[in-house]
């Protein structure tokens, strides 16, 4: 079965520190890959997209960046966190809709 | 760009008892999917129900169903028999496109009451 593995699952880091969070793809190839934020009591945010390796889409304006070394690996980063940074993250993949998408166990980010 | 509305932040239901979530969406394509997914205290994100919009059958996953409207864009969610595992946050999910973006309402918190 398809599972993807995310890490960390909590990080707490200072404004202007670096970040980078790393989610793994088991049980498949070539899938798309996205990377979502969700703010305090609000929906889900696309931030990046991938549809193969070096392949990044972005789809918000902000202060991240997102890369796909390998296949079945898709990193977001930032080189100096701010306040708004804050929230939590989830990758999510699907090789095809009609089976559906599976998702992260999200890395919850807190910037102080 | 394909838009998803939630139109109720908030919902409550007393055990046992049936509740519906609204969900509209606005989009220009032809072939698409609608999800609802359930987000529990947990964060881990659990599919309720599939949509695939060319099918005119309404999707049932034993006591979720869903209306779906394709003219009117919408897709709303019907939980019969609530039970308090059913307490969660719930987002309604559009996926068009050849990228097969997914973008999500805003969610709609449901609380049951025993």
């Known amino acids: 079965s398809q599972t993807i593995h995310q890490w960390p699952a909590t990080l707490v880091q200072p404004v202007g520190s670096p970040l980078s969070l790393e989610c793994t793809v088991e049980?498949?190839?070539?899938?798309?890959l996205y990377w979502y934020r969700q703010a305090a009591g609000r929906g889900l945010q696309l931030l990046f997209y991938?549809?193969?390796?070096?392949?990044i889409s972005s789809e918000v304006p902000q202060n991240l960046s997102a890369s796909r070394p390998q296949d079945r690996q898709f990193i977001l980063s930032s080189k100096k966190l701010l306040l708004s940074d804050s929230g939590f993250y989830l990758c999510?993949?699907?090789?095809?809709?009609?089976?559906?998408?599976?998702f992260g166990s999200g890395t919850r980010l807190t910037v102080v | 760009a394909q838009t998803v509305t939630q139109s109720q932040p908030e919902m409550s239901v007393q055990e046992a008892e049936t509740v519906t979530l609204s969900c509209t969406y606005d989009?220009?394509?032809?072939?698409?999917?609608l999800f609802w997914y359930k987000q529990p205290p947990s964060r881990q994100m659990i599919l309720v129900i599939r949509?695939?919009?060319?099918?005119?059958q309404n999707a049932t996953e034993n006591r979720f169903s869903v209306n779906f409207q394709k003219a009117a864009k919408s897709f709303s969610l019907k939980i019969s028999d609530s039970q308090l595992g059913d307490a969660a946050m719930y987002f309604c999910?559009?996926?068009?496109?050849?990228?097969?973006?997914?973008?999500f309402g805003k969610g709609t918190l449901l609380t049951v009451n025993p």
């Open positions: 999510v993949m699907t090789r095809d809709r009609g089976y559906g998408y599976t």
């Open positions: 999910a559009y996926s068009g496109g050849s990228n097969y973006k997914l973008t």
């Open positions: 989009t220009s394509e032809s072939d698409y999917y």
């Open positions: 991938s549809i193969g390796i070096d392949q």
């Open positions: 949509q695939e919009a060319y099918k005119q």
């Open positions: 049980g498949t190839s070539n899938p798309n």
